[in-house]
């Protein structure tokens, strides 16, 4: 019999991380780049908007550069990749309006985000509203240094460059617990884990406990490091912090696949899935849980998902072969349910 082996090789968050999620989040440096402006409106009066923030995502949510809009609701980014990405723009007292950009062929300039006014009865903003205004309060040098060191970190893979820019934000700025929390990740691609371990506590410290993605990257340091009990309360706690941060999600889904809680795992991979679909770590951990729960028709759908997304890459090639060996062994067309068990 044919062994289908899982093809998510060493399921370390920061292993993968840098390479996968969080490598295509850089501002590119060469002339092969483009250019996105615009103006934020109201929807309902047709007036601008200022002081929205504008957030520049990659297809995954990553965040690749963020802004305020000004006075007269204009914002800018200039010199990124060309590449799909999401814009996302929030405002105090409107709804948040994401906007998926296809910037693989040139810039988009003069583009219009419209926004709905909040009804009289809607809740407050969702902590990650929050953040992104916290982040908008700080000096500017000290943003321009994070988005720098961020560059330098996630696409030029100069950590220790990117770590000398953010320790100036700080520096500038001690209440920019991001700038901690890109310290940690910093740290975390220089193989230094005790100083990212402290870097994320002082970030959560600094946020006064309220910083989600600090807490998912400390309780995801802390599992790698073979304390599974306390990462994984780490781990829930940040999703508690910031339920739409995605990363949670997956790491949690590590966690309960290590303990071989497949559905828990299964779950959590979803709803991972449900907030950053072209994650192709998602796609890796969903097909080990299915993988082990023998579900082969989930299997093939999450390998044609992982492929699409990275059909190159030495994880990519893998998907392939293993997708083959799937579509041999038990068809292409009607693999067996959940629950079956391999042909003998």
Known sequence: MTRLAPFALGLCCFALLPHHALAQRGIAGDTNTVSVTGTVFSDSHNQR????AVRLCDSGGNRVAETIANDSGEFFFR????????????ANGFQSQDVHLDLSFGSDRGMSVFLKPLPSNSPAPAPASRVSTHEMSMPQKAR?????????????????????????????APGYY??????????????????????????????SDKYGEAAVGL???????????????????????NP???????ELGRVLLNQKNFAGAGKAAEQARSLAPASPIVYRLLSN????????????????????????????????ELRTQVAQKFGDAKPPSTGDSPTK
Do not use: C
Not at 145 to 169: M, P
């Open 49 to 52: 908007v200022s002081q929205a």
């Open 79 to 90: 010199g990124i990749n060309r590449n799909t990405y999401i814009l996302s723009v929030s």
């Open 144 to 172: 321009d240094l994070v988005a720098s060191g961020e560059k330098k970190i996630y696409q030029d893979k100069n950590a220790q460059g990117g770590l000398q820019d953010l320790q100036q934000a700080i520096s500038i």
């Open 178 to 207: 991001e700038a901690y929390y890109q310290a940690a990740m910093a740290y975390v691609s220089l193989g230094n884990s005790a100083d990212a371990e402290r870097a994320f506590r002082q970030s959560l410290d600094i946020s």
């Open 219 to 241: 309780g995801a340091l802390l599992v790698n490091k073979g304390d599974s009990a306390e990462g994984e309360k780490d781990i829930r706690h940040g999703i508690e912090l």
């Open 244 to 250: 739409n941060f995605w990363l949670g999600y997956y």
């Open 289 to 320: 849980v299915h993988l082990n729960e023998k579900n082969y028709s989930a299997l093939l759908l999450d390998l044609d998902a992982y492929i699409k997304l990275d059909p190159d890459s030495a994880a990519g090639l893998r998907a392939k």
